[in-house]
């Protein structure tokens, strides 16, 4: 069974950082593209970056390119998200996902807030 | 970068047939059949519902169907049932990165 499981979200004040993991199990990790994608309180989904499965290509949505860097590290499996000068429109729930968005993780929560 | 529109909400009684509309340009939903649905409860993870326009998942009832014609892309779903009350968001492939709709509230009347 595919398993997506993120962790590292919190309270952060503005202008910090925060970095998320994602641990995959279940299937072959490294044979995927991955996806982290958001969701801000009462909007919609947001896809957020993604990166190809050797990680040599990288993709962002314009509002978090120079702040945010998507990695993973195929060894352990694990996907991450570092987040830079975080600003209050950051605030969302974060979920990463996998290919092509068959399969979720449940999401861990990011609250930019003073 | 722009979202995809859809329709803020919708709704059905049950048994009835609703469709979900997800309109873009050419350069995403017109311009590649990479478009797909997903099933949102509160507080649950998004669920693929319809891939590659049309393609249903193993596991998806049959009810669920996926279309595209031009730059909108259409979810309808027949036979409603309570179950089917959540909210729905179409995504496109834009050729660099992904675009989602702003997502459906439908609502089983």
């Known amino acids: 069974e595919v398993q997506l499981v993120e962790s590292g979200g919190g309270l952060v004040q503005p202008g910090g950082s925060l970095r998320l993991s994602c641990a995959a199990s279940?299937?072959?990790?490294?044979?995927?593209?991955m996806n982290w994608v958001r969701r801000a309180p009462g909007k919609g989904l947001e896809w957020v970056a993604n990166i190809k499965e050797d990680g040599s290509e990288k993709y962002y949505v314009d509002s978090v390119k120079g702040r945010f860097t998507i990695s993973r590290d195929n060894a352990k499996d694990s996907l991450y998200l570092q987040m830079n000068s975080l600003r209050a429109e950051d605030t969302a729930v974060y979920y990463c996902?996998?290919?092509?968005?068959?399969?979720w993780g449940q999401g861990t929560l990011v609250t930019v807030s003073s | 970068q722009s979202a995809l529109t859809q329709p803020r909400s919708v709704s059905g009684s049950p048994g009835q047939s609703v469709t979900i509309s997800c309109t873009g340009t050419?350069?995403?939903?017109?311009?590649?059949?990479?478009v797909s649905w997903y099933q949102q409860h509160p507080g649950k993870a998004p669920k693929l519902m319809i891939y590659d326009v049309s393609k249903r998942p193993s596991g998806v009832p049959d009810r669920f169907s996926g279309s595209k014609s031009g730059n909108t892309a259409s979810l309808t779903i027949s036979g409603l049932q309570a179950e089917d009350e959540a909210d729905y968001y179409c995504?496109?492939?834009?050729?660099?990165?992904?675009?989602f709709g702003g997502g459906t509230e439908l609502t089983v009347l």
């Open positions: 996902a996998r290919g092509m968005f068959d399969s």
């Open positions: 279940g299937f072959t990790f490294s044979s995927y593209w």
């Open positions: 995504c496109s492939y834009t050729g660099s990165s992904w675009a």
């Open positions: 050419s350069s995403d939903v017109g311009g590649y059949n990479y």
